[in-house]
Nanobody, 120 residues
Framework: QVQLVESGGGLVQAGGSLRLSCAAS????????MGWFRRAPGKEREFVAG????????YYIDSVKGRFTISRRNAKNTVYLQMNSLKSEDTAVYYC?????????????WGQGTTVTVSS
């Protein structure tokens, strides 16, 4: 069982930056692939970025490549999403998620989400 708690959301102007954090409970965090997802108003939830259990592999959707960076510190049971050059279309509730199989597999555990609002 893994419990996830996101933080770091807020209101930011277009072009600004935010760093989201996701703190995980449990001693097996380092064996889990982690992902960030988002749900924009009126839209389906979408995958944003993912990172393998050891941090060697990362994946991003095209719309955030070059602007967002996912990273993790297993010693702190934490995964991060650094978001730069934010755009209004990045406005969404952001969720972190975990699974023990791999970044591209289905995710088993979810946080409650943190809201990011980008004003234009």
């Amino acid at each position: 069982q893994v419990q996830l708690v996101e933080s770091g959301g807020g209101l930011v102007q277009a072009g600004g930056s935010l760093r989201l954090s996701c703190a995980a409970s449990g001693r097996t965090f380092s064996s889990y692939a982690m992902g960030w997802f988002r749900r924009a108003p009126g839209k389906e939830r979408e995958f944003v970025a993912g990172i393998s259990w050891n941090g060697d592999s990362t994946y991003y959707i095209d719309s955030v490549k070059g602007r967002f960076t996912i990273s993790r510190r297993n010693a702190k049971n934490t995964v991060y999403l650094q978001m730069n050059s934010l755009k209004s279309e990045d406005t969404a509730v952001y969720y972190c998620a975990a699974n023990p199989r791999g970044v591209r597999s289905a995710y088993d555990y979810w946080g409650q989400g943190t809201t990011v609002t980008v004003s234009s």
